[in-house]
């Protein structure tokens, strides 16, 4: 089995305090969070089981079986299902034949053009941009190619520019609240598309090049990115806050679109003066 269901079940014991539970913490705990004996009582297993478990010795963990682990670890819905998919990690691993080249359907454009100026993009699973609209490029990345996208060779990744990039590090007020949902995003993915070379590939990197990353991967956080408000301090209007949400364009479940709303009047004034400084291009 993956190693992933081990790191992540040990990461979420730790998380979880005796008091948490209903369990009196006592003396002598050497480690923070539950002993490995009290996650296997309130999960109805046996401890020698729990422990094949979490060094990774048992292939054979059956739905109710996670389900009883989530529910006594206190998992949300998000997390809850990252165990499940890296429950199943192994076998989907070994069947695994790569993904084709991501594109998005003629219906995804469509919406796009659509949205008008309500600043959207379109994510893969791994972050890739696989297209966005004219405001929603100049909001987020306007110091890139438009037509990056187009390109599968050239698409600019937005968990690498939250990293690697000055730009749109300068951009996000509170970088360090877009950075942990990135990370906790792509957590997701890696359960839900374990062998994706693409995906391993980016993680590598990322770990390597950028130690916040690595510090924030090491926490083994997982959550979807389904909406938050962000402050943003753009070049052009200056600064405004938004609601960043994420939802699924029709039939593409491995992709994502992101739009970007305003959060007060002023807000509306600057994406409204983005918007002009984009048609008047």
Same mark, same amino acid.
């Given at each position: ?50 422990? &094949?478990?979490?060094? #990774? ?6 739905? %109710? @079986?996670?389900?009883? *682990?989530? !529910? =006594? /670890? ?19 691993? &070994?069947?695994?034949? #790569? ?6 359907? %003629? @219906?995804?454009?469509? *919406?796009? !053009? =659509? /949205? ?38 050239? !698409? ?126």
């Amino acid at each position: 089995m993956d190693s992933g269901l081990a790191d992540f079940l040990q990461a979420c014991r730790a998380r979880l305090r005796p008091q948490d539970v209903g369990l009196v913490p006592g003396d002598r705990r050497r480690v923070p969070g539950l002993r490995r004996e009290e996650l296997a009582q309130l999960a109805g297993v046996s401890t020698s089981y729990y422990v &094949r478990l979490e060094q #990774g010795q048992s292939r054979n963990a059956s739905p %109710e @079986v996670i389900d009883a *682990l989530a !529910r =006594a /670890l206190r998992l949300d819905e998000a997390e809850r299902q990252h165990l499940h998919d890296l429950a199943r990690a192994g076998q989907r691993a &070994r069947r695994a034949r #790569g993904h084709p080249v991501e594109r998005v359907s %003629e @219906v995804t454009v469509e *919406l796009l !053009r =659509a /949205l008008g100026d309500t600043p959207a993009l379109v994510l893969g699973r791994g972050s890739d941009v696989l297209a966005w609209n004219p405001i929603g490029h100049a909001l987020l990345a306007g110091h890139l190619d438009f037509t990056a996208p187009q390109r599968p060779a050239d !698409r600019p990744n937005m968990a690498r520019q939250v990293f690697l990039d000055a730009h749109t590090r300068e951009l996000y007020a509170n970088w360090t609240d877009k950075a942990l949902a990135v990370v906790a995003n792509l957590r997701l993915m890696t359960g839900r598309y374990p062998g994706d070379a693409a995906l391993t590939g980016l993680i590598g990197e990322l770990t390597t090049r950028s130690p916040e990353f690595a510090r924030f991967w090491a926490g083994n956080r997982v959550a979807a990115c389904n909406g938050a408000v962000y402050r943003l301090r753009h070049p052009l209007v200056g600064a405004l806050t938004v609601l960043q949400q994420t939802l699924i364009p029709v039939g593409e479940w491995s992709q994502t679109l992101v739009v970007s709303t305003p959060r007060e009047e002023a807000s509306r004034s600057a994406l409204a003066l983005l918007a002009h400084e984009v048609s008047s291009r």
